[in-house]
């Protein structure tokens, strides 16, 4: 079972207490009316689906409940970083070298 | 129209179900509160409700039969096992009301929405093992640390009370179906 670290508990707690909630850092226009169809469309269905790190949203679900960010690697399901929603996206390069250390 | 009667979730409190080395027993009636709010809200339900509430996320604190747990960044259990008599727990609710007055806050009250079980004896941690993912061993989970977590297929707060007892808070449609899988647990734990 994967441990997950939540930002909030500031504990590695097992992966049956979260939930996926897709990409992060996706963010929604300020005025949808105003936003050109192809540009909408791009963020309504478009993900960067990656083979590598990915910068995704989870949510302590059976926990605190909160949502936060998490950058999780697609293929080997290592999880490199978790950080509170509203921080700034980390340099995935930096945290890569880090963990290849 | 017909008639409404409060069907008990779990068997009468006081009748414990006896397993190898660990106890079940369901727990009295109690009034239960979710409180969401700032630390304004905090320290006016804290006097109100006569147990300064915890700081720490997934601690509990307690004061006699009232007790404070912190489940998540801004929001707190609030549990009174001293409600029995008649409007006890209407008073509490006019209690905090009052205190929490403009601060702004959310509180809910669920007493009726969830049911306790007391898990106590030599091999409660393992017991409740059986069923929850984390690790109950007394560094990592030590008395007085209260958290969500799931048990089995059902959601639970766990709290531990002692160094070989616990507390688990169940809503009530999925208390039979934990006190049922604790006691075929208990059974199968034969200490050594």
């Known amino acids: ?10 504990t590695d707690r097992p992966e049956l207490e979260f939930r996926y909630g ?6 929604r226009a300020q005025d949808p009316s105003s936003v050109p169809d192809a540009a909408w469309a791009e963020f309504l269905y478009m993900r960067t689906n990656p083979k590598g790190f990915h910068v995704e ?10 949502f936060f960010n998490a950058v999780r690697h697609t ?13 700034p996206k980390p340099d995935l390069e930096a945290l890569a070298r880090e963990a290849a250390r | 129209m017909p008639e409404i ?5 779990l068997p009468a409190p006081g009748e414990p179900f006896p397993g190898v080395a660990v106890t079940l027993a369901p727990l009295p009636a109690a009034a239960r509160f979710v409180l969401r709010g700032d630390l304004a809200a905090v320290a006016a339900a804290g ?8 700081s720490r996320i997934n601690t509990a604190s307690t004061l006699g039969a009232r007790s404070a747990l912190m489940l998540g960044p801004d929001e707190w259990l609030l549990v009174a096992d001293d409600t029995s008599a008649p409007d006890a727990t209407w008073a509490l609710v006019r209690a905090l009301e009052s205190a929490l007055g403009t601060v702004p806050h959310s509180l809910v009250d669920v007493s009726h929405r969830q049911t306790a079980i007391r898990v106590e004896g030599h091999e409660a941690a393992l017991t409740l093992n059986a069923a929850v993912p984390l690790d109950l ?16 297929k059902a959601e639970i707060v766990l709290w531990r009370t002692g160094p070989r007892a616990f507390r688990v808070e169940v809503w009530r ?17 034969v200490p050594d």
């Open chain 2, 47 to 54: 006097n109100a409700f006569g147990v300064a509430l915890p």
């Open chain 1, 22 to 27: 897709g990409e992060a850092h996706v963010s």
């Open chain 1, 75 to 87: 293929v080997t399901d290592r999880f490199l970083a978790t950080y509170r929603a509203g921080e």
């Open chain 1, 1 to 10: 079972m994967l441990l997950i670290r939540c930002p909030y508990c500031q």
């Open chain 2, 137 to 152: 061993c007394e560094e990592a989970f030590p008395v007085g640390m209260a958290t969500r977590t799931i048990c089995e």
């Open chain 1, 57 to 66: 949203r989870w949510r302590h679900t059976h926990g605190c409940g909160r």
């Open chain 2, 5 to 9: 009667a409060r069907r008990p979730a």
């Open chain 2, 173 to 189: 449609s999925f208390a039979p179906y934990v006190m049922d899988l604790l006691s075929a647990v208990s059974q199968e734990n």
